[in-house]
């Protein structure tokens, strides 16, 4: 593998590792009404998003009659992604 692709592979890894680790911070660490409402919101539609998403590969494994074949690593990743997006999202429309 050329060295390029072990450094993007390896700051994808990072930003991953980080991603995940504010989404713990921010769910665990006790905060104002204000802050709960944001993180609640946030974690709210993460769940949503990645209920229907679980829903839609069910249905689609149920179509063409294969198994289901899930990664939860990319389930994590996807998961922290939309947290931290939703979570921004909500802290400037919130005011957190």
Request: no cysteine; charged share 15%; glycine share 6%.
């Amino acid at each position: 593998m050329p060295i390029g692709a072990m450094i993007f592979l390896g700051v994808v890894l990072a930003v991953f590792a980080a991603l995940d680790i504010i989404m713990l911070v921010t769910l665990l660490r006790p905060g104002d009404e204000r802050n709960q409402v944001v993180v609640w919101k946030a974690s709210s539609f993460t769940l949503l998003a990645m209920t229907g998403k679980t829903v839609l590969d069910v249905i689609e494994n149920f179509v063409r009659a294969q198994p289901m074949t899930v990664n939860p690593f990319i389930q994590l990743e996807i998961a922290a992604i939309i947290y931290f997006i939703s979570l921004v999202y909500y802290k400037k429309k919130l005011g957190g």
